[in-house]
């Protein structure tokens, strides 16, 4: 039986095993005792458990006098986006994001549309495992009325400061892969209303996700063929709930998911007249720190996880941020990830520019960045962490190019840097593995340092 997984991500797990109707009642009577019995907006991406996962999480509102505004299917940075806008107490969002299937889950939100902080987060879990829910009697229980404008709210709030007019007049042919997920019920709306002729596979919500619903490049292969026999101009992809954008070149060629957010950090800051900040995670690509030292702007890192982003965002006042799963954010439409904003930003910059994306995309600063994962059980992620702490401290210098390391940064597993290579290991906060990023100025310096690495993290997981 797989273990549930509870971060400040949210919980997920299997439907079935580790994730019950029992479970998500009882997570969701929490949260609501959490915002105290005030409104909260649900909203679900499109998995097949979604009905059973939807009643369990009402039933739990409803009990601790919750009035609950349904969204229905939606994206995350929809609920996220209403959350703000209706100024409730809260919202919750039924998901597993990229995980599998058979996965299934809850994302938490404070009344600022945001992932609740590690202090919020602690609260919430000492209700639930404390027996702290406060139950109502008949009288005071709450009630659930649907909401239909989330949609057009949310397409509304990103047209309002893209250069609409600009964009329809190129009238893009537009890929898109939705991989059956929330994304299908408004990207293609979305893509519509700013010109686009949209080419769609896999906008069916009440359907399987037809791959993994990561938007990596080996689950992109129908999309890829897709863009090559109908010439369009450029391919998106979505998770299932719809807060990454993966992009694949007019060449049918996916760009890599680091792509997103460096493309349009470039795209935002070549248009600011006042400089700033940029805030990404320490797992994104450090082509970011290049590009933004050539507009005079500054980067924070912060460790991986959307809140951690959006607290420095708002701390520094950044003007773009994100991560490099994919994940775009710009405060100008709401502090979360959105799959939505990376494409209209992204559409805005092609239509500028009048370059393709592989033109973009080579325009940016070159690194190789390799990412591995390794499945690993609970218990034995930290027995990792310690290893890699030892080993970086005792072997300071770089076997591959005899450099010495120049910095060691904890603050999120293990990233050990050498002038322009680095290392990171960290255990995931949503599924049971252990991530092993590098970059470097080679791909075969990069693959070479994470084997290393991936070696010694066997010896432990298996």
């Known amino acids: 039986m797989k273990p549930l997984i509870m971060s400040v991500s949210g919980v997920r797990g299997v439907v079935g095993e580790s994730i019950t109707p029992e479970i998500l009642a009882r997570f969701a009577s929490a949260y609501g005792t959490f915002v105290k019995g005030g409104e909260v907006a649900v909203g679900t991406d499109s998995r097949l458990s979604r009905e059973m996962c939807r009643y369990a999480v009402l039933a739990g509102l409803v009990s601790v006098g919750c009035q609950v505004i349904d969204l229905g299917i939606c994206p995350t940075p929809t609920v996220q986006l209403m959350v703000e806008r209706l100024k409730v107490r809260g919202g919750l969002v039924i998901t597993a994001s990229h995980n599998p299937a058979e996965w299934n889950g809850l994302k938490f939100l ?29 009288s005071l229980l709450g009630k659930v009325r649907e909401n239909s404008l989330a949609l057009s709210t949310h397409i509304e709030k990103i047209l309002n400061y893209l250069n609409v007019d600009l964009i329809r007049r190129k009238r893009f042919r537009v890929a ?38 990561e938007p990596i490049p ?67 690509t450090q082509a970011i720190d ?31 941020g994100g991560e490099g799963n994919g994940g775009v954010i710009d405060p100008r439409a709401h502090y979360g990830r959105d799959s939505l904003v990376g494409m209209g930003l992204i559409l805005q910059y092609l239509a500028e520019s009048g370059k393709t994306v592989s033109e973009l995309a080579k325009s940016i600063p070159r690194y190789y960045l390799v990412k591995k994962k390794i499945r690993c059980p609970q218990e034995k992620k930290d027995k990792v962490l310690g290893m890699v702490r030892r080993q970086f401290a005792e072997e300071t210098l770089d076997p591959f190019r005899n450099l010495f390391l120049t910095g060691l940064d904890l603050r999120d597993g293990v990233k050990a840097i050498w002038g322009d290579a680095w290392v990171q290991v960290r255990p995931s906060g949503t599924e049971p593995i252990v991530r092993v990023f590098a970059e470097a100025r080679t791909k075969i310096e990069a693959r070479k340092i994470v084997n290393s690495i991936l070696m010694r993290i066997r010896k432990i997981c298996r």
């Open 290 to 320: 290049d590009i933004a030292q050539k507009f005079g702007f500054r980067v924070v890192r912060t460790p991986v996880g959307e809140i951690y982003v959006v607290e420095g965002m708002k701390k520094h006042g950044a003007v773009i």
């Open 110 to 138: 404070s009344e600022e549309g945001v992932f609740l902080n590690p202090r919020q987060w602690k609260r919430l879990l000492s209700i639930y495992h404390g027996n702290k829910i406060n139950r109502v009697p008949f």
């Open 176 to 213: 898109l892969d939705c991989a059956n997920g929330a994304g299908s019920v408004i990207t293609p709306i979305f893509l519509r209303r700013l010109g686009c002729r949209v080419l769609g596979i896999n906008c069916q919500v009440n359907e399987v996700f037809p791959h993994p619903p």
């Open 218 to 284: 080996e689950n992109l292969s129908s999309l890829s063929t897709l863009i090559k026999e109908k010439k369009a101009d450029v391919g998106f992809a979505q998770d299932a709930d719809a807060d990454r954008l993966a992009i694949v070149s007019e060449k049918g060629a996916p760009i890599g998911e680091e792509y997103s957010v460096t493309l349009a950090t470039q795209f935002v800051l070549r248009n600011q007249k006042k400089k700033g900040t940029v805030v990404v995670n320490l797992s994104t």
